[in-house]
């Protein structure tokens, strides 16, 4: 079982909140989301793994089950081009939870327009392959979001 937790410290929220139909309709994999809070941060691995997937404003970990975990920095994001984002790591390298993957600073993204809103997903997955969601409130980064069979 693969254990998710949270890249980011804000509010966790519901997929169904997130303001974008593919994430909101987990098109994409279920999940969660994160609120984050509004002053600069690092996001950062939700699992142990290698990162396979790596943009300014999303990457994902692929953990040693082979769970892909994507963490998508804020909604539309992509249109900033990777203006606000500061890479810390390389497609290809290992990374352990916790570890900083991307520095960023949702307020700015919310100025610029943009949602700051993150959604985390289980690449591949079904809904009923996870478990524990975490209610929605606050927390860390590195609190429990999910588990995954």
Not at 1 to 10: H, N, Q
Not at 104 to 127: F, R
Not at 138 to 143: M, R, S, Y
Request: glycine share 12%; hydrophobic share 45%.
């Amino acid at each position: 079982m693969t254990s998710v937790t949270s890249p980011l410290a804000g509010r966790a929220i519901g997929l169904t909140e997130v303001p974008d139909p593919v994430f909101a309709g987990a098109m994409v994999g279920p999940g969660m989301a994160i609120d984050p809070v509004r002053e600069p941060s690092e996001a950062v691995s939700p699992v142990d793994g290698v990162i396979v997937s790596l943009h300014p404003h999303a990457f994902v970990v692929v953990d040693g089950e082979g769970h892909g975990v994507l963490t998508h920095l804020g909604i539309d994001t992509v249109q900033l081009n990777g203006e606000g984002f500061e890479l810390l790591v390389n497609k290809g390298d290992n990374v352990t939870r916790g570890q900083g993957v991307v520095r960023w600073n949702p307020a700015a993204v919310e100025a610029a327009g943009k949602s700051p809103v993150c959604p985390i997903v289980a690449l591949e997955a079904t809904a009923e392959a996870l478990s524990d969601l975490r209610e929605d409130g606050d927390v860390k980064a590195g609190d429990s979001l999910f588990s995954w069979e």
